[in-house]
């Protein structure tokens, strides 16, 4: 016989396969309302923890919740919000499909005055705006205005230094901005009444007097007569009141009549101002900034085509240095202190005689492209090696007939056209150095001769009056 005994354990737990609940949104109220306004959820299943509750509006970011039963949540709708379906989540389960709630956005319906000037306090009447005055942004025609206080239905704003006429923006807690109607913003009458000084060089400061400026610089606008005809050329501003603008000339200036243009409205014409020239004379300054490369050999010289010799007694133009050979000349001048771009007017060097000579003589004069003439070393064909402007000049040297002159006779040609291409380039700056290269042509490359030709004073530094010295005329 086969029996079977089955028992049961009392202390187990009888299974209940009861359903989830699932939390269920039956009203949202009020349907309608602007951001940072309250909202109660009503339905079934929520929860008595606020931690277990997020609410979120057409899946933007979770709101606040303020309060919570099982029956109802309280929430803040949060900036940024836009129109749609709200959302819920309690714990782990979702509910979604609840009604849709309605943004309303701030509406401008008037201004206290529609016309003023910068500074003129204006209240912007309306609807939606915040009670809390940083989050109402008020712009007039995109330039940010301080809002002082503000209510749901009005806005108190100030007009903006830098304003112009043109529509009134307001954005509420980061919604979309809307716009008002057009709010127009007027001046004082711009007037100049005089210029102090009244001439002057580029790059000096002068005073304009009048009214109707801006205490903002870049608001003020002068312009000076500009070198072609119907040209302008804008100063820098660099104070500013209502009543007074010091400009600096600008490089390029000439003389004529100066206008000034205040936020962009109408020039205004005012005084005439007289640009005047400054002329620099730069002399040599150590004894290695007059140099000579040998360009042609002399029969019988130890030396090679491209030597450099930076410590010549003179400066040999057209005829053969003595035991060397026929000679290219170069010129360093320092501090050379011009702006760049500077209208440069004229421009030459000054020689001294050092022997008398009257055979014809001709040389071709240019500079160097370069912003910033380095020194002369001693390395074989230095000087050959430095690249051209494409600027030059002939000099036909006439006759040297007294030893020790310093005279128009050993004064160059004009070398604006030279000096104009090096400060024209654009990194070129006030203060470089300028390297000015002499070469014989014409009837100087057949010379044979260690006489006839022209002798110049080098530059020592126990005579320093003998050099060459450079002299440029701008404005």
Do not use: H
């Not at 951001?35 to 959820?41: A, E, I, K, Q």
């Not at 100049?192 to 009214?211: C, F, H, K, N």
């Not at 050329?233 to 000339?249: C, D, H, L, Y």
């Amino acid at each position: 016989m086969i029996g079977l005994v089955a028992c049961e354990d009392e202390d187990a737990d009888r299974i209940s396969n009861s359903p989830q609940r699932l939390p269920d949104i039956t009203t949202v109220s009020p349907a309608s309302g602007p951001v940072r306004s309250t909202v109660t959820l009503t339905g079934a299943n929520f929860s008595e923890n606020p931690e277990d509750i997020s609410v979120t509006f057409d899946g933007g970011d979770p709101a606040e919740v303020i309060a919570s039963t099982e029956t109802t949540i309280t929430v803040e709708v949060p900036d940024f919000t836009t129109s749609g379906i709200v959302n819920l989540v309690v714990g782990t389960s979702f509910a979604i499909g609840g009604p849709t709630f309605t943004i309303e956005l701030p509406e401008i319906e008037s201004y206290s005055l529609s016309t003023a000037e910068p500074g003129t306090s204006v209240i912007i009447t309306g609807t939606n705006f915040s009670e809390i005055p940083t989050d109402n942004v008020v712009s007039f025609n995109g330039e940010l205005a301080d809002v002082s206080a503000s209510t749901s239905t009005s806005i108190t704003t100030t007009v903006p230094t830098q304003a112009l006429t043109g529509p009134i923006t307001v954005t509420v807690a980061g919604n979309d901005p809307v716009t008002g109607s057009v709010f127009t913003v007027t001046r004082p009458e711009v007037t100049v009444a005089s210029i102090d000084p009244t001439m002057g060089t580029p790059g000096i400061e002068v005073t304009i007097a009048g009214t109707g400026f801006s205490e903002i610089l870049t608001n003020n606008t002068v312009s000076f007569q500009g070198r072609e005809a119907d040209s302008s050329i804008e100063g820098e501003v660099i104070a500013a009141t209502t009543t007074s603008i010091t400009v600096r000339v600008p490089v390029g200036a000439v003389t004529g009549t100066v206008s000034i243009t205040v936020f962009g409205s109408a020039s205004v014409a005012g005084p005439e101002f007289t640009v005047t020239s400054t002329t620099l004379l730069i002399p040599l300054t150590s004894d290695d900034d007059d140099v000579e490369e040998i360009m042609i050999l002399q029969a019988g010289s130890d030396d090679a085509v491209g030597d450099m010799d930076l410590s010549s007694s003179d400066l040999e133009f057209g005829e053969m240095s003595s035991g060397q050979g026929l000679v290219k000349i170069g010129l360093r001048f320092n501090e050379v202190n011009i702006p760049q771009g500077a209208d440069v007017q004229e421009a030459s060097i000054q020689f001294k005689c050092d022997d008398t000579g009257s055979d014809p003589v001709q040389v071709i004069i240019f500079g160097e492209n370069s912003a910033n003439a380095s020194p002369y070393e001693e390395s074989n064909r230095e000087l050959s090696g430095r690249p051209l402007t494409t600027a030059n000049v002939i000099w036909d040297i006439p006759p040297w007939v007294n030893e020790g002159d310093r005279t128009d006779a050993q004064k160059t040609v004009d070398l604006s056209s030279i000096i104009q291409e090096i400060v024209n380039r654009d990194d070129w700056e006030s203060g470089n150095s300028i390297n000015i290269i002499i070469e014989p042509s014409g009837v100087s490359l057949s010379a044979t001769s260690t006489s006839g030709g022209r002798e110049a004073e080098n530059y020592s530094s126990s005579r320093a009056d003998d050099g060459a010295e450079l002299s440029i005329t701008f404005n």
